[in-house]
């Protein structure tokens, strides 16, 4: 597995996780990685992006001003940082890493992708 998510978990509406994305074959320290998300019975949805250097970032409208996506080369990690979670933001969480160096909202730009973690959010 070249990359792993961690950090999912059940919270409460309202409440923040953190997820990380760990790159063990340090595939993405020049390039571009996107988080995407599924529901149960749903398509997989962009949620954010972020190029190779972390000074650009870009995110579904669902989630702006709520999730904040970073990175840190130095660590092979990238995050996504989760406030204000509603309901309908429990899904399978993936992140993926793209062909390029700048970050992008296509899933096909991605060619490695790690096994997702789940997010639930319940009262």
């Known amino acids: 597995v070249q990359l792993q998510a961690s950090g999912g978990g059940l919270v409460q509406p309202g409440g923040s996780l953190r997820l990380s994305c760990v790159d063990s074959?340090?595939?993405?320290?020049?390039?571009?990685v996107g988080w995407f998300r599924q529901a149960p019975g749903k398509e997989r949805e962009f949620v954010a992006t972020?190029?190779?250097?972390?000074?650009?970032?870009d995110y579904a409208e669902a989630v702006k001003d709520r999730f904040t996506m970073s990175r840190d080369n130095a660590k092979n990690t990238v995050y996504l940082q989760m406030d204000k979670l509603k309901p309908e933001d429990t899904a399978v969480y993936y992140c993926?890493?793209?062909?390029?160096?700048?970050?992008?909202?296509?899933?096909?730009?991605?060619?490695?992708w790690g096994q997702g973690t789940l997010v639930t959010v319940s009262s």
């Open positions: 993926a890493s793209s062909r390029y160096a700048s970050g992008s909202s296509q899933t096909s730009v991605y060619q490695y």
């Open positions: 074959k340090r595939t993405f320290t020049n390039n571009g």
């Open positions: 972020i190029n190779w250097r972390g000074s650009n970032t």
